[in-house]
Antibody, heavy 118, light 110 residues
Framework: QVTLRESGPALVKPTQTLTLTCTFSGFSLSTSGMCVSWIRQPPGKALEWLARIDWDDDKYYSTSLKTRLTISKDTSKNQVVLTMTNMDPVDTATYYC??????????WGQGTLVTVSS | QSVLTQPPSVSAAPGQKVTISCSGSSSNIGNNYVSWYQQLPGTAPKLLIYENNKRPSGIPDRFSGSKSGTSATLGITGLQTGDEADYYCGTWDSSLSEGVFGGGTKLTVL
């Protein structure tokens, strides 16, 4: 059974760095073809893809957010970490991690709401 | 603005059929598989269709997907009130090297 769970602060101040951790089970990120993606959704708005890390440590980032994002993995702990620098109130959103198998995002975490406010 | 274009809303009566379109370009839909996701109110998205037209285990055959050129379509037959949700298309963009989603379509079952 594949499960993913996001964890991190619910509230961050403007200009701070956000660190989110995705802890997963039911698959290994060392298996060929496996990937973990981060997606966010501002309240009442659409999904926005943020980043992906692959089994072979290839990394991909949203063009518009590339300078602020870093994704990394700890295969032994079944964790993927996303950091986003210089947080702004417009970054208030529910952040999801999800398993990807190359072309398809197939399993999603429940999401974690991050509010950016002073 | 989203890279993929979906109608903001669609509606139909219970038991009827509805289609939701997703338009892109040669760098995304035209050369990559399309997935569809259902997001019920207050919940995480759930995979409905993958690789253009395949259904994961547990997804009823009332849901179908197709792709032609740079557009994809989600079809839902035998509409139920429980189908009221937001629906998103998604794929990979080979030029941008990033994932892309549509802006979402809100389905109302009247």
């Amino acid at each position: 059974q594949v499960t993913l769970r996001e964890s991190g602060p619910a509230l961050v101040k403007p200009t701070q760095t956000l660190t989110l951790t995705c802890t997963f089970s039911g698959f290994s990120l060392s298996t060929s073809g496996m990937c973990v993606s981060w997606i966010r959704q501002p309240p009442g708005k659409a999904l926005e893809w943020l980043a992906r890390i692959d089994w072979d440590d290839d990394k991909y980032y949203s063009t518009s957010l590339k300078t602020r994002l870093t994704i990394s993995k700890d295969t032994s702990k079944n964790q993927v970490v996303l950091t986003m620098t210089n947080m702004d109130p417009v970054d208030t959103a529910t952040y999801y991690c999800a398993r990807s198998r190359m072309a398809t995002i197939d399993y999603w975490g429940q999401g974690t709401l991050v509010t950016v406010s002073s | 603005q989203s890279v993929l274009t979906q109608p903001p809303s669609v509606s139909a009566a219970p038991g009827q059929k509805v289609t939701i379109s997703c338009s892109g370009s040669s760098s995304n839909i035209g050369n990559n598989y399309v997935s569809w996701y259902q997001q019920l109110p207050g919940t995480a998205p759930k995979l409905l269709i993958y690789e253009n037209n395949k259904r994961p285990s547990g997804i009823p055959d009332r849901f179908s997907g197709s792709k032609s050129g740079t557009s994809a379509t989600l079809g839902i037959t035998g509409l139920q009130t429980g189908d009221e949700a937001d629906y998103y298309c998604g794929t990979w963009d080979s030029s941008l090297s990033e994932g892309v989603f549509g802006g979402g379509t809100k389905l109302t079952v009247l």
